[in-house]
């Protein structure tokens, strides 16, 4: 078995890369571990002592935060946009990659293209006109009117990860099931949706953490606070006159933890989609 390239590397060289991902790994985790400590000390200790360690730390702040601020029903609203964006994204993001890639039409590099240029496209500079659409549709203060925007504004990336992925399914396989005589819902359900077990994986976690720290679409299309999500209720601790640290930073906890959680647990389905080939040609 060869030996890695940093272990073949010089011996000052390898002291440097070493050093360099320690500092690196600090620099990553402290601002964690300083929100988790800080968030159990009360309001007036944080304004003295920003750094240091609470004397005596209390789940106060969560608990305040958690009635005041309306986190569970705001919690529970993050999960039913991010968990179905995320279902609908994967359906539509196979369903499209299976398309382009093995019907028999020559319009499948327009539509890859059309995708792509999806990519090139931000929230910031259609949130105008898309405010405008929803209000003519009826879609302003329901859940739908978040859901349809998360969807749509990830399906680009997703497509790609999905196009590149199912391309390199063989074509052979997938032709004697249609000699058998297997109809298109079965070769995608029984045959592509397996296959791509990594690269879903891939897609689902990506797709999860853009859902899950979205603000923009829930702050602009909802103003009711049982339709808020967990990042903009989040800011209602941030006022212009007074800010409750110790509120705010208990709360920002309660945002982080599900997200660390989730990649905690599917961070190796995510290395192995990427290592499958999820973006390459």
Do not use: C
Request: zero cysteines; proline letters at 6%; hydrophobic letters at 55%.
């Amino acid at each position: 078995m060869e030996e890695s390239p940093l272990k073949q590397a010089p011996l000052n060289w390898r002291i440097a890369a070493y050093a360099f991902m320690l500092i690196f790994a600090i620099l990553t985790l402290f601002p964690l571990l300083w929100l988790g400590y800080s968030s159990l000390k009360p309001h007036a200790e944080i304004m003295l002592h920003p750094l240091g360690l609470p004397r005596k730390p209390s789940l106060d702040n969560y608990a305040r935060a958690w009635s005041m601020g309306g986190l569970g029903t705001a919690l529970g609203n993050s999960f039913i946009y991010t968990i179905a964006a995320t279902v609908g994204t994967l359906f539509l993001a196979l369903a499209a990659g299976y398309g382009i890639t093995k019907f028999p039409f020559k319009s499948g590099a327009f539509f890859t293209a059309a995708f792509a240029l999806g990519l090139m496209i931000t929230v910031h500079a259609v949130i105008i006109p898309l405010f405008l659409a929803e209000v003519k549709a009826g879609l302003i203060n329901r859940r739908l009117g978040i859901i349809l925007p998360y969807i749509a504004f990830d399906l680009p990336m997703s497509v790609m990860i999905a196009v590149s992925y199912i391309k390199g399914i063989p074509e052979a396989l997938l032709e004697s099931a249609e000699i058998d005589g297997a109809k298109y819902g079965y070769v995608f359900w029984q045959m592509i949706v397996p296959l791509s077990t990594p690269v879903i994986a891939t897609m689902a976690i990506l797709s999860f953490l853009r859902h899950w720290n979205e603000f923009l679409f829930v702050f602009v299309f909802t103003n009711k606070i049982a339709l808020k999500s967990l990042p903009v209720a989040i800011t209602q601790f941030a006022g212009r006159q007074n800010i409750e640290y110790g509120l705010q930073y208990a709360s920002l906890v309660i945002g982080i933890l599900p997200m660390i959680v989730f990649y905690t647990f599917f961070h190796a389905q995510l290395i192995k989609g990427f290592g499958e080939g999820a973006l390459k040609e």
